[in-house]
């Protein structure tokens, strides 16, 4: 049964049908490429929860490491900013962001192959491995306060056409077994080939069904993909799984000392006690406590 959200992201599953054809006719592929993407982007920027923003550029974390260029990143914009330059600045310009304020990684292709597949997940893996810095869930300002704070950002590859579903599976299924198991969960969680296949990578153990009674029906780690229908779009399972990504997402108070480092400078102190009239070089023990001294 096809409820009216359903029918309406169908709607929007053919507008970028649309979109897509319509970009053929740039002669630049670069320009071509760059308007597709922004055609996503911008469908997804009108439907993510205010609180968040999207854009694109870099990740880094404290530890000054940062991730290959990703296409799309959604961001708490409520408790960090990106850093950018203001003069130049755009939703459509490279920015860099915090890996702590980082909710979802967007990777964008105009047709999936098996090396625009290995370079899609690279990049997401990229991001995914650099480091958040937390003391306690406490410092979780957004997300899912009952999930580990240090859970990456959700990873999705977006396409508008692919190879055929059954290939792209296989490749998938070798390229994932490069990775150790414990690595897995760096992957992007959903593969969308638009009006094609959705996959989800892996997160899931099932059984193969089988008529033989004697044979070890164990769990299994397994790749699902879910093929388009016309009574039930897969857009609609795309765009339910995306937000819930962002959402349930932990998102870190971020602690700006953790990347400027001033803890190591040199400082003036004043002692106020009435007795020290002084300015002291150099560091000293010191404790912070709020107004009331607590």
Known sequence: MKTNLTRLLKQVNSDLRNSFEKSKIIPHSGEKGRGRELAILRFLKDRIPKSYSIGTGIIMDSNDKLSNQMDGVIYHSASC??????????????SIFFIESVACL????????KSELEESVKNIISAK?????????NDV???????????????VIFSYDSISPKTLMNHLRELIMKYEPNEWWYFPEVIFCLDKIYI??????GRIKSEDENENNQLLPMTMGTLES???????????????????????RLEMG?????????????ILDGKHNEVYDGKMETKKVNKFGI
């Not at 016309?230 to 870190?252: A, K, L, M, R």
């Open 106 to 113: 967007v990777s964008i292709k105009s047709m999936l192959n």
């Open 129 to 137: 491995k650099l480091t958040k810095v937390f003391t306690s869930n």
């Open 258 to 270: 953790n990347y400027t480092g001033n803890e190591n400078n040199d400082t003036l102190i004043c």
């Open 81 to 94: 900013p990106p850093i950018y330059d203001e003069e130049n600045w755009s939703e459509t310009n490279p």
């Open 200 to 205: 989800v990578t892996p997160s899931w153990y």
């Open 230 to 252: 016309d009574e039930s779009p897969i857009f609609s399972q795309f765009y339910y799984d995306i937000f819930g990504g962002i959402i349930d997402t932990p998102i870190i």
């Open 141 to 155: 300002v957004c997300g899912d306060k009952n999930l580990p704070p240090q859970i990456p950002p959700y990873g």
